[in-house]
């Protein structure tokens, strides 16, 4: 039988200085939004450099663009999966607690069900792969917040109602995944507008 692994005092408080830090983190939307972006552009403007002929100055205007769409798409594409989720959760009342499992852990993550499912996934893990307990709690410590800080975002009404399943699970996938769409469009379009032709006719 394997036991946890003693922690020190300031083992301890580093720890729970961390998760509230994350905790944090994953709750201020501008923060990780701001924080997402400039990650996605900057991996964007290496694969313009290591991929293209555009120029730095090409490089760093075709960056701010896609920052740009990024920051325009979160709300609009938000809120388009509003409202295209809302007839469907009309039509279709009880489907949370239809779907499969795997499809909820896949699509819908921080929904109630996905949420669900996560945990026993990640338990699951701690369970097979860190036998001397020194990560136990992935899901509580790492998963969680970060769902949490979703589910926020896009299944709680501004006046503090749910939203049905399908509305938030669309509307998350248009603030959370619409801007990555946006910047990797920006990035892998930009070298095939603003590229320069180097070859002397």
Request: aromatic share 10%.
């Amino acid at each position: 039988m394997y036991l946890p692994r003693a922690r020190s005092s300031k083992q301890a408080n580093f720890a729970r200085k961390a998760g509230q830090a994350w905790k944090d983190y994953n709750n201020n939307e501008l923060l990780k939004n701001t924080v997402e972006t400039l990650g996605v552009g900057g991996l964007a403007a290496l694969y313009q450099l290591i991929a293209s002929d555009m120029s730095n100055e090409e490089i760093a205007w075709s960056t701010g663009v896609g920052a740009a769409a990024a920051f325009a798409a979160r709300p609009l594409l938000g809120s388009l999966g509003k409202q295209i989720g809302k007839p469907i959760d009309r039509r279709y009342p009880n489907l949370e607690k239809d779907i499969h499992p795997a499809a909820a852990f896949v699509v819908a993550r921080p929904s109630e069900r996905g949420r669900e499912v996560s945990k026993k996934v990640f338990d699951w893990i701690d369970e097979r792969f860190d036998q001397e307990g020194i990560q136990k709690g992935t899901y509580k410590h790492v998963v969680e917040p970060e769902l949490q800080g979703r589910y926020n975002a896009s299944y709680v009404n501004k006046d503090g109602t749910k939203t049905g399943f399908a509305e938030g699970s669309l509307a998350d996938f248009g603030r959370f995944r619409g801007d990555n769409i946006a910047q990797a469009a920006v990035a892998f379009g930009a070298p095939f507008v603003l590229g320069t032709d180097d070859e002397v006719s």
